[in-house]
């Protein structure tokens, strides 16, 4: 079996500053605090416990006067409003193209637009979006086209999109609406589909974790059997039997340590 690593992979700038923010605040404060998972991934959450985090699900389960890490996928307004309100020490992880996200939705509704956001409804990226305007409506591509959209608005996009599904969805929405767009994935996660899309063997493997917004995307994408795995005993249970070339990425999540430990692995078996 050959093995072909795909480039790019691993981590995304925004990912590499964060994790960058989280060590420092580690080195510096006794009791750290995570509001959500940094990243979506499963070793790096690890290791993050092992330097100290506690993650919780909501600011008032940080104590009064501690420090909080706000995760790379952003919060919304009412969230950093309520950590001034309790006194927190904040170190804001935001992903840039996630903040340029959130100031587009702004400067919609300052236009008195009405905001409509694609992504997932669950994700804590899209919470954080919404919670920026009021009123800010939520379209999943996964699910059909709401029929009661305004006639006019300002259109935004979770970063770590199917970029065509995106692209597909801006162009039906501008046919039946009148529409003013930012609604793009981030630069980081269309050039990893695109090398995932331009991949010719019969079968790829993306190491990342199953939470992984970006990591689901890049199996979505393949023109291949595809398999998923984020953790070394993950990667070595997997059955590639009949596989002539397997290639192999990562999310944007994933850590470069475990990418070179599951090639090497994969390497000896090939």
């Known amino acids: 079996m050959k093995i072909t690593v795909i480039e790019p992979h691993g981590f995304c700038a925004g990912v590499t500053a964060a994790l960058r923010k989280a060590v420092a605040v580690a080195a510096e404060a006794r009791s750290v605090y995570c509001l959500h998972e940094l990243v979506h991934n499963e070793l790096v959450v690890a290791d993050l416990r092992k330097r100290g985090f506690s993650f919780v699900e909501s600011i ?31 170190v804001d992880a935001t992903c840039p193209f996630v903040e340029r996200v959130h100031r587009s939705a702004r400067e919609f509704a300052a236009k008195g ?8 409804p669950a994700h804590a990226e899209v919470r954080g979006i919404v ?23 300002g259109l935004v996009s979770q970063t770590t999109m199917n970029a065509d599904d995106v692209e597909a ?9 009148e529409v003013e767009t930012m609604a793009e994935v981030c ?3 269309k050039v990893r589909q695109d090398a995932v899309k331009a991949f010719g063997g019969d079968a790829l493997l993306v ?4 939470n992984s917004s970006n990591t689901k995307r890049l199996c979505e994408v393949a023109r291949c059997r595809t398999f998923r795995a ?24 994933t850590p470069e340590t475990f990418f070179r430990e599951a090639v090497a692995s994969l390497r000896a078996l090939a």
């Open 207 to 210: 190491l990342g974790s199953a």
């Open 230 to 253: 984020g953790t070394i005993s993950e990667v070595k249970s997997l059955d590639f039997s009949g596989v002539q070339e397997l290639g192999v990425t990562s999310g944007a999540s």
């Open 60 to 90: 008032d389960e940080v104590p009064a006067g501690a420090t909080v890490l706000f995760s790379a996928h952003g919060v919304p307004p009412s969230v950093r409003a309520r950590a001034v309100e309790r006194g927190l020490k904040v």
């Open 187 to 189: 630069n980081a996660t």
């Open 131 to 153: 919670g920026e305007v009021d009123g800010a409506r939520v379209i999943d591509p996964a699910g059909s086209l709401p029929e009661d959209l305004p006639p006019r608005f």
């Open 169 to 177: 969805l801006v162009a039906s929405l501008r046919a039946r609406h």
């Open 113 to 120: 637009l009405p905001v409509v956001v694609i992504g997932n």
